[in-house]
């Protein structure tokens, strides 16, 4: 049997290939604005505790981009800039879910609580982190694992 490229011995597992998709409008804007800077740090540095060595895909409007731009940037992610018009970073996000799992991504981690993303437990295993008050109940039953993101304290910067 051949997996990855290499044989593998009766009775392993094959090695898990991991990717991120972030929706960092989902993360970032909590009650209809965006976390301050400091607080969106925290939470960022939360969820890259998670993703550390795997390939990190961000989607978002540029209202947002333009305030984590550089702490994306520092850290390898990869964002996409969609328009400001609904579920156009979770379109982006699913698209770049299929491709991941297209070159072999066995597990995807969902940084968003969107039920869209149901759709990849098909090809492989999610393993889901969002505000558990922004967490789909389909998405929750479709997920290997989910973890919650710590909750905010009252946003006060309004979106744009």
Request: hydrophobic fraction near 50%.
């Amino acid at each position: 049997m051949q997996h990855n490229g290499g044989p593998t011995r009766r009775g392993t597992t094959p090695p898990r290939r991991l990717a991120a998709l972030v929706d960092a409008e989902n993360s970032l804007i909590v009650r209809g604005r965006l976390l301050p800077a400091a607080e969106g740090d925290a939470l960022l540095t939360v969820v890259g505790k998670h993703l550390t060595g795997m390939p990190v895909q961000v989607a978002t409007g540029e209202h947002v981009l333009r305030a984590y731009m550089a702490w994306f940037a520092a850290r390898g992610w990869v964002p996409a800039l969609v328009p400001t018009e609904p579920d156009a970073a979770d379109l982006a996000l699913l698209a770049a879910g299929r491709t991941f799992t297209a070159a072999g991504v066995t597990d995807i981690v969902v940084v968003s609580g969107d039920h869209i993303f149901t759709e990849l437990a098909g090809a492989a295993r999610l393993h889901v982190i969002a505000h558990a008050d922004h967490l789909s109940k389909a998405l929750r039953l479709a997920a290997t694992t989910v973890t919650y993101l710590p909750r905010p304290a009252t946003p006060v910067k309004a979106v744009g």
